[in-house]
């Protein structure tokens, strides 16, 4: 069974850099798709940005050209650098691992989320 765990949450004030980590374990040849939530207070889950097994990535509006999905593939590592981060980046922030289906994807493993506050 694939396992993710975040880290590299935390505080940090309006214009800042964070970098989350997420390590993944028990990889399936059947991984097609990893990706970043986030969830804030009284809001639903939403996309953030994915990799896929070729190194495409995508990102949300709200943080395209802020933020910078990558992964090691040595290290069984997904990253997400942030920067410039806003007040409105704050929330939980949740790594994601599935399956290819057509053009998209479906998660089939979910970590347990590292909280990211920023300050203005």
């Known amino acids: 069974e694939v396992q993710l765990v975040e880290s590299g949450g935390g505080s940090v004030q309006a214009g800042g850099s964070l970098r989350l980590s997420c390590a993944v374990s028990?990889?399936?040849?059947?991984?097609?798709?990893m990706a970043w939530y986030r969830q804030a207070p009284g809001k639903q889950r939403e996309f953030v940005s994915h990799?896929?097994?070729?190194?495409?990535?995508a990102y949300a509006g709200a943080v395209k050209g802020r933020f910078t999905i990558s992964k090691d593939n040595a290290k069984n590592t997904l990253y997400l650098q942030m920067d410039s981060l806003k007040p409105e980046d704050t929330a939980m922030y949740y790594c994601?691992?599935?399956?290819?289906?057509?053009?998209?994807?479906?998660?089939?493993?979910w970590g347990q989320g590292t909280q990211v506050t920023v300050s203005s």
């Open positions: 994601a691992s599935g399956r290819g289906l057509g053009s998209g994807c479906i998660y089939d493993y």
């Open positions: 028990g990889y399936t040849s059947s991984t097609h798709c």
């Open positions: 990799i896929l097994s070729d190194s495409r990535t």
